[in-house]
């Protein structure tokens, strides 16, 4: 097993060669922020206009929905800039038969295949989502104690956690089909949902966005910690599930690697 300090380092570093690279072209940088801002005037609309023909969406106030979006816009950001990026290249390196440079590596192949590609523009929702929280929070007029800021930062991890084990779950099908590039549009569809709480979905639907693609714990529950909504007895399950799905795809992954037939077939 790697040394702590080297399992820190290596992200980092990847993470300072794909800045050094993403920085040659900082028109990119614009381009982001308006679309940043215009998918943000668009979800604030959409918002407005709900909120014309009601007081409150199934228990949840204007400023609690502002926190769900908030967060919302703040992970897809995070699943854009660092998880998105490394499952895509690990398409790509299967497809090409390219696999096998990564996988002579002396690291952790899961690992290194996990954290090769970051997009730091896509860090620009990260940080608009933050401030849309932060208005809510505000707006909300409730303190956030160290509980639930606890309890925030808890929620985030563990849910990113979960995305990245669904993203690395879908991934893995790159092993037996190798046209796997329409499980971007799949997911950013299907992700649309997490806008909302989960809770006003019906029954089966909360259910699927709860543990099949795990919108609740990655949107909903952090939003919750900060509205002072959230039940403890939720966040052990979250960290129970989150647990779960490291093991259970992490053993599909190497299952996997199995049925690589590399460069050379």
């Not at 300072?16 to 690279?21: G, M, P, S, Y």
């Not at 497809?95 to 002396?106: C, Q, S």
């Not at 707006?139 to 669904?166: K, P, Q, R, S």
């Not at 699927?208 to 909903?220: Q, R, S």
């Given at each position: 097993?790697?040394?702590?300090?080297?399992?820190l380092?290596?992200?980092?570093?990847?993470?300072?060669?794909?800045?050094?690279?993403?920085?040659?072209?900082?028109?990119?940088?614009?381009?982001?922020?308006?679309?940043?801002?215009?998918?943000?005037?668009?979800?604030?609309?959409?918002?407005?206009?709900?909120?014309?023909?009601t007081?409150?969406?199934?228990g949840?106030?204007?400023?609690?929905?502002?926190?769900?979006m908030?967060?919302?816009?703040?992970?897809?950001?995070?699943?854009?800039?660092?998880?998105?990026?490394?499952?895509?290249?690990?398409?790509?390196?299967?497809?090409?038969?390219?696999?096998?440079?990564?996988?002579?590596?002396?690291?952790d192949?899961?690992?290194?295949?996990?954290?090769?590609?970051?997009?730091?523009?896509q860090?620009?929702d990260?940080l608009?989502?933050?401030?849309?929280?932060?208005?809510?929070?505000?707006?909300?007029?409730?303190?956030?104690?160290?509980?639930?800021?606890?309890?925030?930062?808890?929620?985030?991890?563990?849910?990113?956690?979960?995305i990245?084990?669904?993203?690395?779950?879908?991934?893995?099908?790159?092993?037996?089909?190798?046209?796997?590039?329409?499980?971007?549009?799949?997911?950013?569809?299907?992700?649309?949902?997490?806008?909302?709480?989960?809770?006003?979905?019906?029954?089966?639907?909360?259910?699927?966005?709860?543990?099949?693609?795990?919108?609740?714990?990655?949107?909903?529950?952090?939003?919750?910690?900060?509205?002072?909504?959230?039940?403890?007895?939720?966040?052990?399950?979250?960290?129970?599930?989150a647990?779960?799905?490291?093991?259970?795809?992490?053993?599909?992954?190497?299952?996997?690697?199995?049925?690589?037939?590399?460069?050379?077939?």
């Amino acid at each position: 097993m790697r040394p702590a300090p080297r399992l820190l380092s290596l992200p980092w570093l990847f993470f300072r060669i794909n800045a050094l690279n993403e920085l040659q072209y900082r028109v990119n940088f614009f381009m982001q922020l308006i679309q940043s801002v215009l998918a943000l005037f668009t979800a604030l609309a959409v918002l407005a206009l709900v909120f014309s023909h009601t007081e409150e969406l199934a228990g949840w106030s204007p400023p609690e929905l502002l926190a769900v979006m908030g967060v919302h816009i703040a992970v897809g950001g995070l699943i854009r800039m660092a998880i998105q990026p490394n499952m895509l290249r690990l398409i790509e390196d299967v497809r090409e038969g390219t696999l096998d440079y990564a996988l002579t590596k002396p690291e952790d192949a899961q690992l290194l295949l996990s954290i090769r590609e970051f997009r730091i523009w896509q860090s620009i929702d990260v940080l608009v989502g933050a401030l849309v929280l932060a208005t809510a929070v505000r707006w909300h007029g409730e303190a956030v104690g160290i509980g639930g800021a606890l309890g925030f930062a808890a929620a985030v991890v563990l849910g990113a956690v979960m995305i990245y084990c669904f993203w690395l779950a879908l991934t893995s099908g790159v092993f037996w089909i190798v046209r796997m590039e329409f499980i971007v549009e799949l997911f950013d569809g299907v992700y649309q949902a997490g806008r909302w709480p989960v809770t006003i979905y019906p029954g089966l639907l909360r259910v699927a966005f709860t543990f099949l693609v795990p919108l609740a714990f990655a949107v909903t529950v952090p939003a919750e910690a900060l509205t002072g909504r959230l039940a403890w007895d939720t966040l052990l399950a979250a960290a129970t599930f989150a647990a779960f799905l490291v093991v259970a795809t992490r053993a599909l992954f190497r299952f996997a690697l199995r049925h690589y037939s590399g460069a050379s077939a």
